[in-house]
Structures are given as C-alpha cells and as structure tokens.
T-cell receptor, first 112, second 115 residues
Framework: DTEVTQTPKHLVMGMTNKKSLKCEQH?????MYWYKQKAKKPPELMFV???????INESVPSRFSPECPNSSLLNLHLHALQPEDSALYLC???????????FGSGTRLTVV | KQEVTQIPAALSVPEGENLVLNCSFTDSAIYNLQWFRQDPGKGLTSLLL?????REQTSGRLNASLDKSSGRSTLYIAASQPGDSATYLCAVAGAGGTSYGKLTFGQGTILTVHP
C-alpha cells in the first residue's frame, strides 16, 4: 500500500458544526502532516506529527485541533469554523525529514 | 525563512515541444527537493525527488536537476503531451533554521499543452 487515504472527499459544514477529517497511511511512515490549500495558491503547512507527537504547529487557530491516535492515523477536528476556512485540506506522510512526501487526494471543505 | 520561486507562472505550448520549468530557493540548507503535479481540485502527485547530495533524477520523459549551491532546480519535460497539462509545484524540505522539518512550496507553474 503506497497511498495516503483521506475521508471524506467533500464536506459542507455550518459555522456551528463540529466535524472531523481523517487521514490514513499504511506505509510505516512516522511523520504525518496537515496542509491547507486555497484556490490558486500553494499548500501551506498547518501541523506536523513526528512519532505520533505534535512537533510543529504553524500558529493555527484553535478551531482546528489535530490528533494522532496511532502511527497510521491522523485526524483534524473542526469546530466553529469561518467561511474563510473553506479550502482543500491535504494530508501527507513521509518516513522522515530527509525523505519524500506522499500526499492524499484531499478533503474539499466548504463552510457555510 | 525559506522562499521558493517558480518561473514561469504559466506556460502554454503545442504538443510535442520540449520545455523547462524553473525553481529557485533562498536557503541552501535543504534535505531534498521534490517536484509535484497537481490536477485541478486534486491532491499532489510526486514526480521526482532529488536528495541534496544528488545532481539530477530521471523518470520517463521527466528530468529534474538540482544545483544546491546556487539554489536552483529545473524540471525538463520532453515531447510534451496534452495529458501533461497541470500545475507543477516545486517544494524544498528544510534542514535548518526556521524551515527545519518543513516542506516549502513555490507558487507553481500552470502548464497547458494544446493539441
């Protein structure tokens, strides 16, 4: 298995809702990442998990809450989002800092 | 802070042309450089990974070079096809300073290959 799987592919949520994005990989990678991508812009790093511990938080608002329950799974919990949070959320994994990244196909999030 | 620049921002060519996409970065403290392809509304597909100690990598019609000391990389696409139309992103993995442990992307080159 050489893929990063993200679910759901599409999500529409209201500003008072709570939802979660899920990311899974079975390549034995020990680093996992969340990126946010707005239209016509490059991906921007949100969080880095290394060996299931949060190692980088790029000053992301607390309405985004990451979780890494085990080495194969990464979640992003969403609460009280704003319409400007609408974007493509990408998950990625790698064996480590000096290795290449594998990206998932993303979750298209729309906040209404 | 690492900055990555890609030139040109957009490129339109007829099918069959050979073309070159350029990427430059400001901090040479990198682990590697990776070229990705992104189709509209989709995720990123890795094309080539060049480690900091390497000079080039090849895969099929694609060839990427890296000159770490000058902070430059090029992606060469031979005999372009309409199916190559996509956004091409260059990204560097930081090995020091505030970029340590982070993958920094360029703005991308939008490639259109017309029949």
């Amino acid at each position: 298995d050489t893929e990063v799987t993200q679910t759901p592919k599409h999500l529409v949520m209201g500003m008072t809702n709570k939802k979660s994005l899920k990311c899974e990989q079975h390549m034995g990678h020990r680093a996992m990442y969340w990126y946010k991508q707005k239209a016509k812009k490059p991906p921007e790093l949100m969080f880095v998990y290394s060996y299931e511990k949060l190692s980088i938080n790029e000053s992301v608002p607390s309405r985004f809450s990451p979780e890494c329950p085990n080495s194969s799974l990464l979640n992003l919990h969403l609460h009280a989002l704003q319409p400007e949070d609408s974007a493509l959320y990408l998950c990625a994994s790698s064996q480590g800092l000096s290795y290449g990244y594998t990206f998932g196909s993303g979750t298209r999030l729309t906040v209404v | 802070k690492q900055e990555v620049t890609q030139i040109p921002a957009a490129l339109s060519v007829p099918e069959g042309e050979n073309l070159v996409l350029n990427c430059s970065f400001t901090d040479s403290a990198i682990y590697n450089l990776q070229w990705f392809r992104q189709d509209p509304g989709k995720g990123l597909t890795s094309l080539l990974l060049i480690q900091s100690s390497q000079r080039e990598q090849t895969s099929g019609r694609l060839n990427a070079s890296l000159d770490k000391s000058s902070g430059r990389s090029t992606l060469y696409i031979a005999a372009s096809q309409p199916g190559d139309s996509a956004t091409y992103l260059c990204a560097v993995a930081g090995a020091g300073g505030t970029s340590y442990g982070k993958l920094t992307f360029g703005q991308g080159t939008i490639l259109t290959v017309h029949p």
